[in-house]
Nanobody, 128 residues
Framework: QLVESGGGSVQAGGSLKLTCEVSVYPYSGTCMGWFRQAPGKKREAVAAIYSSTDSTYYVDSVKGRFTISQDNAKNTVYLQMNSLKAEDTAMYYC????????????????????????WGQGTQVTVS
């Protein structure tokens, strides 16, 4: 089970921090990803972190603005979003997949929903 929180409405240039509490798998060896889906668009991966190494992966559109991190002791993943833009408006989903390959694909801009086995319910982020 994955439970997201932290979404909301913010003005352009503002910040939000999303939280995902994880209770699937042994947490070690898991790729944790953040995806987003805007109305009428495909769900896209934006960031990922590999639980065993803390290695992080980002798509170009969020590099330098978003930071993914984890607290292994709490099995919790975060997405700090700064300098938010209107185009960041979307439903944001936390996802979990086994192994590091899913994370590698996210970093190459080819993150796929099919690489992730578990999903949260989503949290809305609106930037105006």
């Amino acid at each position: 089970q994955l439970v997201e929180s932290g979404g909301g409405s913010v003005q352009a240039g503002g910040s939000l921090k999303l939280t995902c509490e994880v209770s699937v798998y042994p947490y070690s060896g898991t790729c944790m990803g953040w995806f987003r889906q805007a109305p009428g668009k495909k769900r896209e991966a934006v960031a990922a972190i590999y639980s065993s190494t803390d290695s992080t992966y980002y798509v170009d559109s969020v590099k330098g603005r978003f930071t993914i991190s984890q607290d292994n002791a709490k099995n919790t993943v975060y997405l700090q979003m700064n300098s938010l833009k209107a185009e960041d408006t979307a439903m944001y989903y936390c996802a979990a997949g086994e192994g590091s390959t899913a994370c590698l694909w996210v970093g190459l801009g080819r993150g796929s929903e099919g690489d992730f086995d578990y999903w949260g319910q989503g949290t809305q982020v609106t930037v105006s």
